[in-house]
């Protein structure tokens, strides 16, 4: 059962199940979160990278769930390409300039999977 006072963040395969992994420790996002988000929930959402879940050989999990959940424990700026490209094996995207900010997680938890949760943009509460 989910803690309703945890907000969770969609985030699409391959990226969510690498976290789950420990092999990504840094969201990527344009915006940065705010001051009170600590702990949050990892929502897969409907739609998946399915060339990346390829070449990371990950089978997406079910759309619509949570599979974990996670703590923020610094969020880091990115101003130059150079930074973000050091960074590149921890976050796992190329394109800088795209995300202004990364999510530095830490205490991550794989949860039993909870099903046909709707997810949101930003973060939003289970209920």
Not at 33 to 43: L, V
Not at 80 to 106: E, M, Q, T
């Amino acid at each position: 059962m989910l803690d309703s006072k945890i907000p969770a963040l969609s985030i699409r395969e391959p990226y969510a199940t690498l976290i789950i992994e420990g092999k990504k420790d840094i969201e990527l996002r344009s915006w940065k979160p705010p001051e009170w988000i600590k702990d949050f929930y990892i929502h897969v959402p409907t739609i998946a990278d399915l060339k990346m879940c390829k070449e990371y050989n990950i089978i997406s999990s079910p759309p619509r769930t949570v599979i974990g959940k996670v703590q923020v424990v610094e969020v880091k700026e990115y101003t130059n390409s150079k930074d973000f490209a050091v960074d590149y094996p921890r976050h796992h995207c190329k394109f800088f300039g795209k995300y202004d900010y990364g999510f530095i997680l830490d205490n991550v938890v794989k949860v039993e999977p909870v099903y046909g949760i709707p997810g949101k943009r930003f973060f939003f509460f289970t209920k």
